[in-house]
């Protein structure tokens, strides 16, 4: 999210279909490493989250999987205006800084190339 708003005037959320208690340690040092300000102090749920037109990225296969079922429309009741799926692998699996940075690395150049191709009327959910 906090990458999404550096590159867009879109509005951005956050959330997770399991999220945790707090966001990952590493997460945070690798967003001061970056000068990354954090748009939220607590991972979120994305029940409630999602509204009608709004723009899902998912970054996590499990998240999208759970999200997006085979047997049909996402989850959460929202008509949505697109999905993204990104694989990116778990820096937490590994707990290094160079997993976070590769995250990093990984997201921002996905941000970078999807947030000018995205209208502005339309709204994004980071999953």
Do not use: M, N
């Not at 990952?24 to 009608?52: F, I, T, Y």
């Not at 429309?73 to 694989?87: E, K, N």
Request: with cysteine; proline share 8%.
């Amino acid at each position: 999210a906090a990458l999404w708003q550096q590159a867009s005037s879109i509005p951005v959320a956050s959330g997770g279909t399991h999220p945790g208690a707090a966001i990952a340690p590493g997460a945070v040092s690798a967003a001061r490493r970056h000068g990354l300000k954090l748009v939220q102090e607590r991972p979120r749920s994305l029940d409630g989250l999602l509204r009608d037109g709004d723009y899902v990225v998912t970054v996590c296969d499990a998240a999208h999987e759970e999200f997006f079922p085979a047997e049909g429309g996402p989850g959460g009741g929202a008509r949505l205006a697109g999905v993204s799926h990104w694989s990116v692998p778990d820096p937490v699996a590994a707990g290094t800084s160079a997993a976070f940075d590769a995250a990093y690395e990984d997201i921002a150049g996905r941000v970078a190339d999807l947030a000018p191709r995205l209208a502005p009327q339309t709204s994004a959910t980071a999953s």
